[in-house]
């Protein structure tokens, strides 16, 4: 989807991307902003400086459910 510009639709997700913001990734993980910079300050969620820039590896994203998916799968065993 394009804008009236030519330009993509910021809501448009590029798998060509290796460096996404945190709103970005915000929005591929269906979480808010805000939960989003809480999962990177608990080290839950692997970040990067590029500069002043924080930006999430395109690839912590599924590093990070992948975790959550063997989270709960352990978790189920035990209970």
Same mark, same amino acid.
């Given at each position: 989807?394009?804008?009236? @510009? *030519?330009?993509? #639709? +910021?809501?448009? /997700?590029? +798998?060509?991307?290796?460096?996404?913001?945190?709103?970005?990734? #915000?929005?591929?993980? !269906? %979480? *808010?902003?805000?939960?989003?910079? &809480?999962? %990177? #300050? $608990?080290?839950?969620?692997? $970040?990067?400086?590029?500069? $002043?820039? !924080?930006? %999430? +590896? /395109?690839? @912590?994203? /599924?590093?990070?459910? *992948?975790?959550? !998916? &063997? *989270?709960?799968?352990? $978790?189920?065993?035990?209970?």
């Amino acid at each position: 989807m394009t804008t009236a @510009a *030519g330009t993509l #639709a +910021p809501t448009t /997700a590029d +798998p060509t991307l290796l460096l996404l913001t945190v709103e970005e990734a #915000a929005r591929r993980l !269906r %979480i *808010g902003r805000t939960t989003c910079f &809480g999962l %990177i #300050a $608990s080290g839950e969620l692997e $970040s990067v400086k590029v500069g $002043s820039l !924080r930006r %999430i +590896p /395109a690839d @912590a994203l /599924a590093a990070y459910v *992948g975790r959550l !998916r &063997g *989270g709960s799968a352990s $978790s189920m065993r035990c209970a």
